[in-house]
């Protein structure tokens, strides 16, 4: 065989392993083709997806439910970070605002918020890094060019350091009010679910329609 047809063939081959792609695994490959900037890849991945009622890519429920789900983490991982940083400020300020009667007592309450929101903060990001890991795509990469990315980022560090120095009594306080943290495997499930929905539901209405 020459070496054009040993090469048609290899182009052959990969042609068929992109067509049979399932939905997950197409999506991860074009994400990643998006974040390296690899514009011929992620037209190969969508020239051989199936079309739904032909079409859309079979996979374009999950895209924008990945998508969806981002734009949410990004708006939560901003409402802790303000929070985070407005409870460290009035912290800052206790030894003023402690003497008024107003503020009398608050500085507790302003650290059992931090506590809390650092705790949440840490177990969305380590389940939404355990969803990355299994769906294997970049858990930093969709977020980078988002606005308020690099604040998050420190937010997220010193929150991790925060609800770590503080397990101890986060636990207790957890107990106390009868309450039990969801474990980030549980958020992966949550989110996994989510995406699972949005696959599922855009393949029915394209269908049905």
């Given at each position: 065989?020459?070496?054009?047809?040993?090469?048609?063939?290899?182009?052959?081959?990969?042609?068929?392993?992109?067509?049979?792609?399932?939905?997950?695994?197409?999506?991860?490959?074009?994400?990643?083709?998006?974040?390296?900037?690899?514009?011929?890849?992620?037209?190969?991945?969508?020239?051989?997806?199936?079309?739904?009622?032909?079409?859309?890519?079979?996979?374009?429920?999950?895209?924008?439910?990945?998508?969806?789900?981002?734009?949410?983490?990004?708006?939560?991982?901003?409402a802790d970070a303000m929070l985070y940083w407005r409870s460290e400020g009035?912290?800052?300020?206790?030894?003023?605002?402690?003497?008024?009667?107003?503020?009398?007592?608050?500085?507790?309450?302003?650290?059992?918020?931090?506590?809390?929101?650092?705790?949440?903060?840490?177990?969305?990001?380590?389940?939404?890094?355990?969803?990355?890991?299994?769906?294997?795509?970049?858990?930093?990469?969709?977020?980078?060019?988002?606005?308020?990315?690099?604040?998050?980022?420190?937010?997220?560090?010193?929150?991790?350091?925060?609800?770590?120095?503080?397990?101890?009594?986060?636990?207790?306080?957890?107990?106390?009010?009868?309450?039990?943290?969801?474990?980030?495997?549980?958020?992966?499930?949550?989110?996994?679910?989510?995406?699972?929905?949005?696959?599922?539901?855009?393949?029915?209405?394209?269908?049905?329609?």
């Amino acid at each position: 065989m020459t070496l054009n047809g040993r090469l048609n063939g290899l182009e052959r081959g990969v042609e068929k392993h992109y067509a049979s792609l399932d939905p997950w695994k197409r999506t991860a490959l074009g994400i990643n083709a998006r974040l390296r900037g690899d514009e011929a890849e992620e037209r190969k991945l969508a020239a051989s997806a199936p079309k739904l009622n032909g079409a859309v890519c079979h996979n374009y429920g999950l895209s924008v439910g990945i998508e969806r789900l981002v734009f949410v983490l990004h708006m939560q991982r901003l409402a802790d970070a303000m929070l985070y940083w407005r409870s460290e400020g009035l912290l800052h300020l206790a030894p003023i605002l402690g003497e008024t009667e107003k503020f009398k007592g608050y500085e507790p309450h302003m650290l059992h918020v931090m506590r809390m929101t650092c705790d949440r903060a840490v177990g969305r990001e380590e389940g939404w890094r355990l969803l990355c890991e299994d769906l294997g795509i970049d858990p930093d990469g969709l977020f980078n060019d988002l606005p308020g990315a690099q604040m998050v980022k420190e937010f997220i560090e010193a929150a991790r350091s925060t609800a770590d120095a503080f397990r101890p009594q986060l636990d207790a306080l957890l107990k106390a009010n009868g309450a039990v943290a969801q474990t980030p495997q549980e958020v992966a499930g949550e989110m996994r679910e989510f995406l699972d929905q949005q696959l599922a539901g855009w393949s029915r209405e394209t269908h049905e329609g």
